[in-house]
């Protein structure tokens, strides 16, 4: 299936929202995005920016967004409440709140600005790679189901394989499988396709989850526009893991190596380290 065909493409399900008084919103997880406990954590960032963003009164695109993940989201219905926060000259401050049974269970803050023509420079630089159909497709556990949306090709660091690696880093060719063209959601949600860094290290999964996580946009509407349905370079790490919490930062390149994004995360785990 691609994009130009009729039938609806799982992560727009995904964005279906339902508009309610003032600037309430529901929405309905989707079981293609389950992850291992709740929905998968990118898709739950994707709703809630995709609830700002429609806002009649939003002005400009996405520049930084934050999300909380305060309680797993139960499969079904949920509320979202937006507020306009704060307007400024070139941008706008928003905040959401993701509710189930009026209990708070995902908060959100985005910063929304209009881009200017103004001096530019990046010295992130994408890692040196070869072509994606250089690297084998991983394979995913089939308890996760989110993984199995995206087809992942890996250069470095792929799912955990018994043996404990002194390094937390992976690096991904990935794109949706089937085809959907790359727009802020869905840069939102493949700034957490990666598995917690804590497996990487350990090669096992342990309890691990996503505390909070930001994704700052780098690029604009008709750059994401120029990469439509093709892979884009998502390379994580870790730096360090302590006391029950580690962070992760990541990047996302173009294929033809624009930095389209960038995030943090902070995420807790329960491992001893012995095997």
Not at 69 to 94: C, K, M, S
Not at 171 to 177: G, I, K, L, S
């Amino acid at each position: 299936m691609t994009t130009g065909q009729c039938t609806r493409h799982p992560f727009d399900a995904v964005l279906e929202l339902e508009f309610l008084d003032g600037r309430g919103v529901r929405g309905r997880t989707v079981p293609e995005y389950a992850n291992m406990v709740g929905p998968f954590g990118g898709a739950t960032a994707a709703v809630l920016l995709r609830a700002i963003e429609a806002q009649p009164d939003r002005v400009g695109e996405p520049v930084a967004l934050t999300v909380t993940y305060a309680a797993p989201i139960a499969y079904g219905e949920f509320d979202v409440d937006v507020d306009l926060v704060r307007i400024n000259r070139t941008n706008q401050h928003w905040m959401a709140r993701l509710t189930q049974g009026g209990e708070m269970k995902s908060t959100a803050m985005a910063i929304f600005g209009t881009r200017r023509q103004v001096w530019s420079d990046t010295e992130e630089v994408m890692p040196a790679v070869g072509e994606p159909h250089a690297y084998p497709v991983a394979v995913w556990p089939p308890l996760v189901r989110f993984l199995h949306n995206y087809e992942a090709r890996v250069v470095d660091g792929g799912p955990p394989t018994g043996e404990a690696a002194p390094s937390s880093v992976s690096t991904f060719w990935v794109r949706h499988t089937p085809a959907r063209r790359l727009d802020f959601p869905a840069l939102a949600a493949l700034a957490d396709v990666f598995f917690p860094r804590i497996f990487a290290r350990l090669g096992r999964l342990v309890p691990a989850g996503t505390v909070s996580m930001t994704t700052f946009f780098h690029a604009d509407a008709a750059e994401l526009e120029r990469v439509g349905e093709d892979y884009i370079l998502a390379t994580a790490r870790g730096h360090r893991f302590a006391g029950g919490f580690f962070d992760q930062s990541a990047q996302l390149f173009s294929r033809g190596g624009a930095l389209l994004a960038t995030s943090n995360q902070v995420v807790y785990y329960k491992a001893s380290g012995l095997q």
